[in-house]
């Protein structure tokens, strides 16, 4: 199983670079976000399994007092399929859940109100925050699909500039926010990764990624 991440965030939220930060869940490695405490993409060791979480745009915010997008990874890395059972999700913001195991891919959608599961079948995909619509698939999936992983993966990344386009594998957007502070979003980390069962490769960097060098943690 070989995945390549990416994360689009506001520039100014800061995050851990991936590894073992939750006592409760020690089998777990990923990237920490310092703000909730959760994570974007989380990794078990033993199991092979990665789970990686996207917002969506139907219910941008959550209720007072749900629980963060970013302790579903953590979960369904370590329940899978059985996630569910230990959380509520009503009146959460909108997600999209991947779990990706050596043997099957899985995504769930939540719109805010209804959680819809779909079983991917085996191949290569491409999982975005805008879904079909945003056109990054049809711009960039059959290059991965026909690339050599991680080499030929990593050159489209590299070759791509940064553009305010939600077809853009890179993304910077600029804009205000409702109190009217200057705000970046943007694609601020990327990670590859190769996992089986008892073990995981792992390269990551921070954007710009022609000048930070790619990490690498190899953990069983």
């Not at 990794?43 to 990665?50: C, D, E, F, K, L």
């Not at 579903?72 to 991947?98: C, D, K, N, Y």
């Not at 080499?151 to 386009?165: K, N």
Request: contains cysteine.
């Amino acid at each position: 199983m070989s995945i390549l991440a990416l994360r689009d965030e506001l520039v100014g939220r800061d995050f851990d670079d991936p590894g073992r930060w939750w006592p409760e869940h020690p089998d777990l490695v990923g990237g920490r976000d310092r703000q909730a405490g959760g994570t974007w993409c989380a990794s078990r060791i033993s199991t092979g399994v990665t789970a990686l979480v996207l917002n969506r745009p139907d219910k941008r915010l959550a209720d007072p007092g749900a629980p963060s997008r970013g302790v579903l990874p953590l979960l369904a890395a370590e329940h899978e399929e059985q996630w569910e059972r230990h959380i509520e999700v009503t009146g959460m913001a909108s997600f999209r859940l991947v779990l990706a195991a050596p043997d099957r891919l899985t995504t769930w959608d939540f719109d805010g109100a209804a959680l819809t599961a779909q079983h991917l079948e085996p191949g290569t995909h491409m999982v975005t925050s805008g879904g079909a619509e945003d056109g990054k698939a049809e711009r960039y999936l059959s290059t991965f699909a026909g690339g050599d992983f991680p080499r030929d993966w990593l050159d489209v990344l590299r070759r791509t500039d940064p553009r305010d386009d939600p077809a853009s594998l890179v993304v910077r957007h600029e804009h205000e926010n409702d109190q009217h502070e200057h705000q970046v979003f943007a694609t601020v980390f990327g990670e590859v990764l190769e996992g089986a069962p008892g073990q995981l490769q792992l390269r990551f960097t921070r954007t710009p990624w022609g000048t930070h060098e790619w990490q690498r943690l190899d953990l069983n």
